[in-house]
T-cell receptor
Framework: KQEVTQIPAALSVPEGENLVLNCSFT??????LQWFRQDPGKGLTSLLL?????REQTSGRLNASLDKSSGRSTLYIAASQPGDSATYLC?????????????FGAGTRLAVHP | ETGVTQTPRHLVMGMTNKKSLKCEQH?????MYWYKQSAKKPLELMFV???????ENNSVPSRFSPECPNSSHLFLHLHTLQPEDSALYLC??????????????FGPGTRLTVT
């Protein structure tokens, strides 16, 4: 059974710091891995999607890496800003039972203070 | 309207009520999903529809009843819920399903409180 773990569960940093959020998964037979952002009480915003054949993806100050063999992904946030405060979710995509499904981690709650 | 929309955004209902959640996607996608997000638990997949056909219900109690009349609309009918069903219900859509990896796009969610 695929399990996704995110470390740390919560993080509080001063503005300007570079951050690394970690995601690990137990089964390497994934199709892709997505990082999402969720603001309190809101839906999910997709940040980056890494296909299983790729090693990393970049968007602005965000960079996500994927190491399928070791079952790990990291989300790197450069020069953090208060507007980055949110919960960051990692999800792996599996093909199981004839359909494609996402398995989510519990998230990392990030607070960036001025 | 663009993306994935959900109505209502907030809902309070008694345990004997019947209500429905609505989701609409404006992305031309063929697959739609219902997820449940409870406090301090990871998102859980409830239902998957591909080309209007249900392909997964993930052992969801029968008090939750999905309906997908076409590829753009998805409903979740609720009846005789329990307080533990209080959660954020999220709808998502993707281009397709099957042995391909499609990105899922999420709506803003409906915050449900069962009293």
């Amino acid at each position: 059974k695929q399990e996704v773990t995110q470390i740390p569960a919560a993080l509080s940093v001063p503005e300007g710091e570079n951050l690394v959020l970690n995601c690990s998964f137990t089964d390497s037979a994934i199709y892709n891995l997505q990082w999402f952002r969720q603001d309190p009480g809101k839906g999910l915003t997709s940040l980056l999607l890494i296909q299983s054949s790729q090693r990393e993806q970049t968007s602005g100050r965000l960079n996500a890496s994927l190491d399928k063999s070791s079952g790990r992904s990291t989300l790197y946030i450069a020069a953090s800003q208060p507007g980055d405060s949110a919960t960051y979710l990692c999800a792996v995509s599996l093909f199981s039972g004839g359909y494609n499904k996402l398995i989510f981690g519990a998230g990392t709650r990030l607070a960036v203070h001025p | 309207e663009t993306g994935v929309t959900q109505t209502p955004r907030h809902l309070v209902m008694g345990m004997t009520n019947k209500k429905s959640l609505k989701c609409e996607q404006h992305l031309g996608h063929n697959a739609m999903y219902w997820y449940k997000q409870s406090a301090k638990k990871p998102l859980e997949l409830m239902f998957v529809y591909n080309f209007k056909e249900q392909t997964e219900n993930n052992s969801v109690p029968s008090r939750f009843s999905p309906e997908c009349p076409n590829s753009s609309h998805l409903f979740l009918h609720l009846h005789t819920l329990q307080p533990e069903d209080s959660a954020l219900y999220l709808c998502a859509s993707s281009q397709g399903q099957g042995a391909l990896s499609y990105e899922q796009y999420f709506g803003p969610g409906t915050r449900l409180t069962v009293t």
